[in-house]
């Protein structure tokens, strides 16, 4: 080597400090880049993603070879660099100290910290890149990577270590929420909430939304038929319950528009309805929104009685509520159908006692528990043990609550008061919902 000029030696060193470089920033190209963005590609073509997933479907042996070649590189950078060091300045301690201070200085600059920055950078980019170069590689090199790899895998048997089969890249459902969240450049406002409420299904039981029991609007079979075509012709339902004597006795589900020739005729009573009917279809208590959805949609229904293990009629959810879980309430509203929120001029808001809490949480930006009672009526009630009176002012949930009107052992208006220095969350539609 004494024979080699100076000057190639140093070309020969700035060579190697490159290829370092190269297996640093393919190492980390490879282990940051996305998966899922690869497979998309691969999907559509791409020779270089399809490499990549092929080599990261093997990590041992893809790490085995980067590593492989980045410490030999490193270590022939490191003795040509004292070869340099003592044709300049001799073979002292000093000069061999500072050679070895400089070259480490100059990996971890050129060949190590820069490309791992750049490959983390342009990971999704670099990674088919890379992985031209790297597959011929491992093909070349198998024997010596599986020797090493057996003294690797005798040194993790020996700690007894044992690494998964295969990595898994499978989401759980909050991540794939948090994805869905975060990926504002992916998704415009409506789209990325209309995509967290539909994931949020599965977390939401019919209890949530259904209607209850107390606000059903149905028909009693034993009412004369008078009052029976009264309460059809002002209905703004396309179906509903009938029962005889107690709503605990439904015994069919009349759709209105059925009844409009029965109506225009004159000869309306409780055998002409009865026979009108459809059978009543029973939900149990607390289904996840998704699946009453799909059972929905399997048992091709509308709408569906909400009952408890007793077989006692709790509330109506409809297909139309699950809906309006995902893309918001809709645009029209039956008359007495939507919650009553009315923003006061000191930054207090009235809202009606029977409103979800799910709704108040969304809409007002409070921070109600949603594992306990449905409704602010009934927060209130656990809360206090008792029905409270008119003007009864407490804190429940971080929040001030009045209360303003109550009937028929419930209550009927609450004003919520935000705390001192803290105003309430600008009303917001049902459709938009928190990120949180």
Known sequence: MDDIPLGSLSLALVVLLVVSGFFSIAETAMMAANRYRLKHQAQRGARGARL???LLAQT??????????NNLINAAAATLASVITVRLFGQGQWPLALGTVAVTFLILVFSEI?????????????????????TPMLRVLRPIVWFVNLFVQGVLKLVRFKPAAEASTTLTQEELRSLVLEGAQYFRGKHKTMLANLMDLEAISVDDVMTPRSQIHALDLSEKPALLRQQLATSYHTRLPVYEGSLDNIIGVLPVKSVVHVLAGGDLDAERLRTLLRPPYFVPLGTPLLTQLQQFQTDRQRIGLVVDEYGELQGLVTIEDIIEEIIGEFTTQAPGGGQSFHREADG?????GMVPLRNLNRRLGTQFALDGPKTLNGLIVEHLGEIPDAGMSFEVGGQRVEILQTQDRAVKV?????????????????????SS
């Open 52 to 54: 990549a997933l092929s």
């Open 60 to 69: 041992d042996k893809l790490l085995g070879v980067i590593l492989l070649g």
């Open 114 to 134: 820069t490309p791992k920055v750049v490959g983390a950078a342009y990971s999704d980019l670099l990674a088919p890149l890379v992985s031209y170069a790297l």
């Open 348 to 352: 207090s808001v009235i809202v009606d």
């Open 414 to 434: 609450v004003k919520l008061v935000p705390p001192v220095g803290r105003s309430t969350a600008p009303l917001q539609t049902q459709g938009e919902r928190a």
